[in-house]
């Protein structure tokens, strides 16, 4: 077959898997009611690197908080073990199968970070993360960020399963010269995110929600997701709308005079990796924020920031700072209609960031230490 045969056929597979899940899309009936389950099964995947040990850090938390119910048999922790690199390397994709079916058996998914191989680090297979959130539907990907002191209150709604993810790995490298990727909206990937955002602000009391999109350049794509979320808007007439394009957004961000005046954002997948990034930054790093992966029928909590195998290799991840693993279990705790529990966890967490010296080695505290302190502020 030529190369232009070969990258039609390629194309066309890529649209009937995406016209396959707009219809699995239009099936879906809807969220899960937490409250009506007896039990509900958290399932702990400490990942790569220092995963592992923060993840255990923020699952005793978790226990702790959680105590009467670990006792009664409502709450159910279960340990995954297999989302490794090693593993996935072995396996050569990005959740080995068996793995996948134990995070299917799960409620809820506290995750560790996992390393991300990029070209030229072996096989080059797709990200756990990106694969989870599609494997899983966990469409909304919700990124708080606040900084009391500047009076910044924001949360991002990113959306998690399209855009330049979705195809991510399944680009065509046309010939020697010349390689694609594709980015996919589709009405009902942005309608549910939209009302996600949208819900958060009514439900919250916040006013106002900015979109963000490059929707003059990406016609298509951005552009029907501007469309879409001012037709979601139109249902929340008391919430102030408007929007912004991604390179502008980037500057009102570190424009303290501005700043300040945005509450909820919703914004297509690439753009949302990128703008919270710099927006944790702005609260003090990448290492200080959570981060919820939300579907109708999973959820997954996880950091924001990488496995830093650097730390293991030198022998340094019981010095790792579990902080914003704890930060992902106070957002699994929210998820699930443990709101007091999440305040104390959050109460607790500031605790510990206060008083206790985390520097990722041996003249800091230890990850264990670290997380004593907040179990014993609970
Ligand atoms: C994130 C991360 C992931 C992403 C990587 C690890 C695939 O940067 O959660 O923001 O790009 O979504
Ligand atoms: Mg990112």
């Known amino acids: 077959m030529d190369k232009l045969e070969a990258a039609k ?10 016209l ?26 400490g990942g790569d690197g ?12 978790l226990r702790a908080v959680l105590k009467d119910d670990v006792a009664s048999g409502k709450i159910i922790f279960k340990q995954i073990d297999g989302l490794t690199i090693e593993n996935r390397i072995a396996a050569n994709k990005a959740i080995p199968d068996d793995v996948l079916a134990e995070l299917k058996a799960c409620d809820i998914i506290l995750k560790g970070p996992t390393t991300t191989p990029s070209k030229g680090d072996g096989p080059n297979i797709e990200s756990a993360n990106v694969a989870m959130r599609r494997e899983l539907d966990l469409f909304a990907n919700v990124r708080p960020v606040a900084v009391p002191e500047e009076g910044i209150d924001w949360t991002f709604f990113r959306e998690n399963t399209e855009g330049e993810y979705a195809l991510g790995s399944k680009g065509i490298a046309l ?23 949208f819900e958060f602000a009514r439900k919250n009391g916040k006013k106002r929600v900015a979109i963000i999109t490059k929707a003059n350049i990406l016609k298509k794509t951005d552009g029907k997701f501007l469309e879409l979320c001012y037709k979601v808007a139109k249902e929340y007439p008391e919430i102030e709308v408007d929007d912004w394009f991604v ?22 997948n690439l753009y949302g990796d990128i703008i919270t990034d710099e927006a944790a930054q702005i609260q003090g ?31 340094r991840e019981q010095y790792a700072n579990p902080a914003s693993m704890i930060k992902a279990a106070e957002l699994l ?21 206060d008083t206790i010296k985390m520097t990722g080695r041996n003249d800091g505290a230890t990850g264990a230490e670290f997380a004593n302190c907040v179990i014993e502020n609970l």
């Open 9 to 18: 056929a390629h194309f066309a597979a890529l649209v009937e898997e995406q």
């Open 20 to 45: 396959a899940r707009v219809e699995r899309m239009k099936n879906d009936t809807g969220a899960v009611d937490y409250s009506k389950l007896d039990q509900i099964i958290i399932g702990c995947c």
């Open 50 to 61: 220092i995963g592992p040990a923060i993840t255990a850090e923020a699952e005793r938390v």
């Open 175 to 197: 010939d020697a010269d010349m390689s694609f990727d594709f980015k996919v909206t589709t009405t009902q990937g942005t309608e549910r995110i939209a009302r996600q955002a």
């Open 247 to 268: 390179d502008i957004i980037s500057a009102n961000l570190i424009n303290e005079k501005v700043r300040k005046n945005f509450e909820v954002f919703v914004l297509p």
């Open 285 to 315: 790093g990448v290492g200080t924020a959570g981060s919820a992966n939300v579907g109708n029928k999973y959820a997954m909590f996880e950091a924001i920031h990488g496995s830093a195998p650097r730390m293991v290799e030198t022998g």
């Open 333 to 353: 705790l929210r998820h699930i209609g443990y709101k007091d529990e999440a305040d104390r966890v959050i109460a607790a967490l500031k605790i510990a960031n």
